[in-house]
């Protein structure tokens, strides 16, 4: 059988405010932006990082940064009150040349110069430079559409179809400012909008040069919960997620964890060990990451921010083989699929979970302890 124990549950939702990262406007009163971030430089998780790597999305990175749209009103911002476009999609860069270096974007804006009119920022990344237009395109899978005179600006997000593709979608907001607020700069501080899965996975005692425990499959199991693509309030950070019925835009009721070879993050290899080549995940009685290092999966929130109501909302499915040495260079094995239920209140919007699944000779139980998303070492 399988124990199962969730280490779950960050409990603040921003990235950690220990490095500021600003731009001053000059004499003209020109619009400066600058950045909170976290110190997290892993893998498919949105930081600010500057070199990590091609496939970072540090946002400090060649080709990403972070969109910017932006409203100019008479007083302070509201959903149903007049909004004039101040800025579409606009794309602020990190630029490196200068000392320090700077976001730049383009072309400049200056700030209003009557004491009534102010500015409202929306701020999202990965930045996708279609994303104003037609179907979500790229990667990414992201499109805006700006706010009206009774609507907020809105992000369409839909997941990507490779999970090693699989992006963290972070969002801020920076309201009602003017030229002297803040010394006319703007900062944004950061926020993961969807939820992060880490999964590890280990055995109750350990194994022995007779006996190996292989993991061989992993599917998420759930009740038309997790979504395929939702629409975000760009104001209030709030996910409308699409009807239940017929379904069409959730995940398959059963979905898998792909392997890397096929574009997945689950890091299948071929053991090879007296005849037993099957693709699988060998597991001791110390955890071990079973998706490839630093690699997530993200997903829409549950029910938008609340996550599983139900313990049988999401389940997951391991498909896991215990192998016995026959001889010196042959075995025999044994075939086990176990469910688990992954319990309530998980799959929340901000919220980092890492499942350790346990194979046991015992009972299924379920434990849960927190971890914070933007430290670098907790939750791998």
């Not at 909008?193 to 999964?199: C, F, G, N, P, Q």
């Not at 630093?294 to 139900?310: A, E, K």
């Not at 919220?351 to 379920?366: P, R």
Request: aromatic share 10%; glycine share 8%; net charge negative.
């Amino acid at each position: 059988s399988l124990l199962l124990v969730a280490a779950a549950a960050m409990t603040m939702a921003s990235c950690s405010q220990n490095e500021i990262v600003e731009t001053n406007p000059d004499a003209n009163r020109a619009i400066g932006f600058g950045v909170y971030t976290g110190t997290q430089t892993k893998g498919l998780v949105t930081d600010n990082s500057l070199t990590d790597g091609a496939t970072a999305n540090g946002l400090k990175v060649a080709g990403k940064g972070f969109g910017i749209l932006a409203y100019q009103t008479s007083g302070n911002y509201s959903t149903s009150g007049a909004k004039g476009l101040f800025m579409d999609n606009v794309h602020a860069a990190w630029e490196s040349s200068e000392a320090g270096g700077s976001w730049k974007y383009s072309p400049t804006k200056f700030w209003p110069t009557n004491t009534t009119d102010k500015i409202s920022f929306f701020a999202y990344a990965p930045f996708n430079a279609g994303a104003t237009t037609g179907t979500p395109t790229g990667t990414n899978k992201i499109k805006v559409t700006g706010a009206t005179g009774s609507e907020d600006p809105l992000l369409e997000f839909t997941l990507q179809d490779n999970q090693k593709d699989m992006v963290d979608l972070v969002v801020s907001n920076v309201k009602d400012q003017q030229s002297t607020t803040a010394g006319g700069k703007v900062t944004f501080a950061f926020k993961h909008a969807l939820t992060r899965v880490a999964m590890h996975a280990k055995t109750s005692v350990a194994t022995n040069a007779e006996t190996k425990v292989y993991i061989t499959g992993i599917k998420l199991k759930h009740t038309t919960k997790l979504a395929k693509k939702a629409t975000f309030d760009m104001n209030d950070a709030t996910w409308t997620l699409p009807a239940t019925s017929p379904g069409s835009d959730y995940l398959a009721a059963d979905y898998a964890i792909a392997a890397t070879s096929a574009n997945g993050v689950l890091k299948l290899a071929d053991p090879n060990w007296k005849g037993y080549t099957t693709p699988a995940v060998e597991i001791n009685s110390t955890a071990v990451n079973l998706f490839t290092d630093d690699q997530y999966l993200f997903f829409i929130p549950i029910d938008g921010t609340t996550g599983t109501s139900g313990t049988s909302d999401v389940k997951a499915e391991i498909t896991y083989d215990i192998v016995t040495a026959s001889s010196s260079d042959a075995s025999v094995k044994s075939s086990h699929t176990k469910e688990v239920d992954l319990g309530t209140g998980v799959f929340k919007q901000g919220k980092a979970y890492k499942f350790t699944f346990t194979i046991t000779l015992n009972e299924i139980k379920v434990d849960v302890s927190d971890f914070n998303w933007d430290s670098p070492e907790e939750g791998k």
